[in-house]
């Protein structure tokens, strides 16, 4: 998605004790995450994915038998501003590593000018954009990036079959003029016209317009079956109602940006009765019961939206990578992620009783998969991975999950586009 951070310093080092937390040293994890701005709404929710994290990695030992802490820092979902808490939390905390950002954009300027150079690990919940892809294949990550989120490269797939199975022959797109907006619609334009549809309109936007109706009568000429908006809840908001108020079909091809119970609630869920949406899906694992039930206790009933699962497992892959260097350096970090990801190891999942029993195959040396409550989760060369796409409609004026787009129907047609 977004395009749309976890950072985490030591302050000792060793094993990830089973036993319990020992007070005399304290491990930082920092998060650079949007509280505010246009993905505010989404970030305060994905946020809590990574303290439930922590307190399941304090509840099986802490890390390197170190307590955890989270240092959030909101970025106010403007890459200046993220860069700015990004090099607060490296220079002033010395963390080494980071989970977030939300924003592909966000991400992009943290990625570029503080952890690759700064040999920092990255690791975001919701940044989509393929530019990382690009930028991992170019050497210029230095390998420190990972998502536990799908590229663009396949939301754009998704939502072009989603398009068409609905019927629509003729689509406008409305697009964030950022990493993620560029993206997904480069992504979407290309397989939709590979596959028989035609894009009567791609209109950029800038944010934080007090108005778009410039841009929404762009769109409107030649009259399309539908509107892709590409965006985040804020901006998103004031187009939808523009698109509506100038009489455009209230017919919405809606992405992960926009899979929030708010925008649907400013919007008017009376103008969203014919929405098709889609998002990060997971495969269904035993820990994504384990996640919902926790989640449940100590935040109450878990939003329908996407990356909160994918912020908790960012976050317990870095406390496991830190356990099997037996370092906090973000070289060691970044060198470990796929020895606690290993498909060949013992299979551990989410919560604290399996967190424990990770951290004592680990101190007998055996390998592991830690298999996420988002997906199990395997990292390629370009810290990508493979994830099914949820497609997601407002049923009563409720977001709702309605069905998915598998991995292999994607891969099908990736291949039939080329």
């Given at each position: 998605?977004?395009?749309?951070?976890?950072?985490?310093?030591?302050?000792?080092?060793?094993?990830?004790?089973?036993?319990?937390?020992?007070?005399?040293?304290?491990?930082?994890?920092?998060?650079?995450?949007?509280?505010?701005?246009?993905?505010?709404?989404?970030?305060?929710?994905?946020?809590?994915?990574?303290?439930?994290?922590?307190?399941?990695?304090?509840?099986?030992?802490?890390?390197?038998?170190?307590?955890?802490?989270?240092?959030?820092?909101?970025?106010?979902?403007?890459?200046?501003?993220?860069?700015?808490?990004?090099?607060?939390?490296?220079?002033?905390?010395?963390?080494?590593?980071?989970?977030?950002?939300?924003?592909?954009?966000?991400?992009?300027?943290?990625?570029?000018?503080?952890?690759?150079?700064?040999?920092?690990?990255?690791?975001?919940?919701?940044?989509t954009?393929?530019?990382?892809?690009?930028?991992?294949?170019?050497?210029?990550t230095?390998?420190?990036?990972?998502?536990t989120?799908?590229?663009?490269?396949?939301?754009?797939?998704?939502?072009?079959?989603?398009?068409?199975?609905?019927?629509?022959?003729?689509?406008?797109?409305?697009?964030?003029?950022?990493?993620?907006?560029?993206?997904?619609?480069?992504?979407?334009?290309?397989?939709?016209?590979?596959?028989g549809?035609?894009?009567?309109?791609?209109?950029?936007?800038?944010?934080?317009?007090?108005?778009?109706?410039?841009?929404?009568?762009?769109?409107?000429?030649?009259?399309?079956?539908?509107?892709?908006?590409?965006?985040?809840?804020?901006?998103?908001?004031?187009?939808?109602?523009?698109?509506?108020?100038?009489?455009?079909?209230?017919?919405?091809?809606?992405?992960?940006?926009?899979?929030?119970?708010?925008?649907?609630?400013?919007?008017?869920?009376?103008?969203?009765?014919?929405?098709?949406?889609?998002a990060?899906?997971?495969?269904?694992?035993?820990?994504?019961?384990?996640?919902?039930?926790?989640?449940?206790?100590?935040?109450?009933?878990?939003?329908?939206?996407?990356?909160?699962?994918?912020?908790?497992?960012?976050?317990?892959?870095?406390?496991?990578?830190?356990?099997?260097?037996?370092?906090?350096?973000?070289?060691?970090?970044?060198?470990s992620?796929?020895?606690?990801?290993?498909?060949?190891?013992?299979?551990?999942?989410?919560?604290?009783?399996?967190?424990?029993?990770?951290?004592?195959?680990?101190s007998?040396h055996?390998?592991?998969?830690y298999?996420?409550?988002?997906?199990?989760?395997?990292?390629?060369?370009?810290?990508?991975?493979?994830?099914?796409?949820?497609?997601?409609?407002?049923?009563?004026?409720?977001?709702?999950?309605?069905?998915?787009?598998?991995?292999?129907?994607?891969?099908?047609?990736?291949?039939?586009?080329?």
């Open positions: 998605m977004f395009k749309k951070y976890l950072l985490i310093g030591a302050a000792c080092a060793g094993a990830l004790g089973v036993g319990p937390v020992q007070a005399a040293c304290t491990t930082t994890i920092g998060s650079v995450m949007s509280l505010t701005g246009s993905l505010g709404v989404l970030g305060q929710q994905i946020a809590k994915g990574a303290q439930l994290a922590i307190a399941d990695l304090n509840a099986a030992g802490g890390v390197n038998t170190c307590t955890l802490q989270l240092s959030l820092l909101d970025d106010q979902t403007r890459a200046s501003v993220g860069v700015d808490a990004a090099k607060k939390l490296v220079d002033i905390q010395h963390v080494s590593a980071i989970v977030g950002a939300l924003s592909s954009g966000v991400s992009a300027a943290i990625l570029t000018s503080v952890a690759a150079p700064g040999k920092v690990v990255l690791i975001s919940p919701s940044s954009s393929p530019t990382f892809t690009t930028l991992a294949k170019e050497g210029k230095g390998g420190y990036w990972f998502r989120t799908p590229s663009d490269a396949l939301q754009g797939v998704a939502m072009a079959k989603v398009a068409l199975d609905a019927g629509f022959k003729k689509v406008a797109v409305l697009y964030l003029n950022n990493a993620y907006g560029q993206g997904l619609n480069s992504e979407f334009v290309n397989a939709y016209a590979k596959l549809g035609k894009v009567t309109q791609s209109v950029v936007y800038n944010p934080s317009q007090p108005s778009y109706r410039s841009e929404v009568n762009k769109a409107l000429s030649p009259a399309p079956d539908a509107l892709f908006l590409i965006g985040y809840p804020g901006d998103g908001t004031t187009i939808a109602r523009e698109w509506i108020s100038a009489g455009g079909a209230q017919k919405f091809l809606l992405p992960d940006g926009l899979e929030s119970q708010d925008f649907v609630n400013d919007v008017g869920a009376k103008y969203l009765t014919n929405v098709h949406g889609t990060a899906g997971s495969v269904t694992t035993p820990s994504l019961d384990t996640f919902k039930q926790e989640f449940q206790t100590k935040f109450g009933s878990l939003p329908t939206q996407a990356y909160i699962a994918n912020a908790y497992d960012g976050t317990v892959i870095v406390g496991l990578a830190m356990e099997y260097a037996k370092s906090t350096s973000g070289t060691a970090i970044r060198d992620i796929r020895k606690v990801t290993d498909p060949r190891g013992v299979k551990v999942y989410a919560g604290a009783i399996q967190l424990k029993k990770a951290a004592k195959l680990l007998e055996k390998a592991i998969q298999v996420g409550a988002s997906g199990p989760l395997q990292f390629d060369a370009y810290g990508d991975i493979n994830a099914p796409m949820v497609v997601w409609s407002v049923d009563g004026g409720k977001v709702k999950s309605t069905g998915m787009v598998t991995v292999e129907q994607i891969a099908a047609l990736r291949e039939k586009i080329k």
